[in-house]
């Protein structure tokens, strides 16, 4: 079982940044692959970011390519999502989320932390 909590969220205008943090307990943080997804209201979940379990391979969604990176620290056992140029459309509740092979989907996911709010003012 992987326990993750994720923090850094918070309210920030158009253009700025913020750093989103993932934090996971349990078992070992390095066999899994790691994902961001984020949810808006009235929308379904969808992919942002996904990392691969030694952090050779990312993998982003178009909307986020170029202004978004993740990383990864398995010796801190945390996963980051850097987040640069912020939009308005960008707000959204960001969640991290650990698979066993890495996945862009949704459905693919294993575990899933409960969420951090990023509000992106005009």
């Known amino acids: 079982q992987v326990q993750l909590v994720e923090s850094g969220g918070g309210l920030v205008q158009a253009g700025g940044s913020l750093r989103l943090s993932c934090a996971a307990s349990?078992?070992?943080?390095?066999?899994?692959?790691m994902g961001w997804f984020r949810q808006a209201p009235g929308k379904e979940r969808e992919f942002v970011a996904a990392?691969?379990?030694?952090?050779?391979?990312?993998y982003y969604a178009d909307s986020v390519k170029g202004r978004f990176t993740i990383s990864r620290d398995n010796a801190k056992n945390t996963v980051y999502l850097q987040m640069n140029s912020l939009k308005p459309e960008d707000t959204a509740v960001y969640y991290c989320?650990?698979?066993?092979?890495?996945?862009?989907?949704?459905?693919?996911?294993?575990?899933w932390g409960k969420g951090t709010l990023v509000t992106v003012s005009s």
């Open positions: 349990g078992r070992a943080f390095s066999t899994y692959a």
């Open positions: 989320a650990g698979s066993v092979q890495v996945t862009t989907s949704v459905d693919g996911m294993n575990y």
């Open positions: 990392i691969s379990r030694s952090g050779g391979s990312r």
